[in-house]
């Protein structure tokens, strides 16, 4: 009678190495830098801009729900001017003069004509005044567009 030798268990799978913390100046992987668009490169239905602006103008909106505050602001660089739509907290950031940049900045329209805007995923910043002259002449919000349904054929 032959006799095999016992089997040896198969080898544990190899472990994960901890990776050392990179120091805390270091970017993380993954990000990327902000790509800062000028307000006449803004489109309807975009999202995703990051834009430094003056704020022209700040006018509060009287709102029907309790707990909300919005002001339209007029804010614009050197290649034109928008309506950006402040809520809560950003209504204090946008006063009249003040430089913001704008993060993950989306358009919504509104009545036909375009309206910039920052949710809970974009990121409102009061930055240094810029040392730019707005072109007033160029309001994008002046623009009315309309939806047009293209037929598949």
């Known amino acids: 009678m032959a006799t095999t030798?016992?089997?040896?268990p198969p080898p544990p799978p190899p472990q994960p190495q901890p990776q050392p913390n990179p120091p805390a100046g270091a970017a993380k992987p993954g990000l990327r830098k902000p790509v800062f668009t000028k307000v006449d490169?803004?489109?309807?239905?975009?999202?995703?801009?990051?834009l430094t602006v003056k704020v022209l103008e700040s006018n509060p909106v009287s709102s029907q729900l309790r707990h909300a505050r919005i002001a339209e602001c007029v804010v614009g660089d050197e290649t034109g001017t928008i309506v950006f739509t402040a809520r809560n907290d950003q209504v204090d950031l946008l006063k009249t003069g003040a430089t913001v940049i704008l993060r993950n900045a989306k358009i919504d329209m509104f009545k036909g004509s375009m309206r910039l805007a920052v949710d809970k995923w974009g990121r409102v910043e009061v930055t240094e005044p810029a040392d730019f002259t707005v072109k007033e002449d160029n309001n994008l919000s002046m623009i009315e567009y309309e939806l047009v349904n293209v037929a598949d054929e």
């Open 41 to 50: 490169q803004l489109k309807p239905g975009t999202n995703g801009h990051t």
């Open 5 to 8: 030798p016992p089997e040896e």
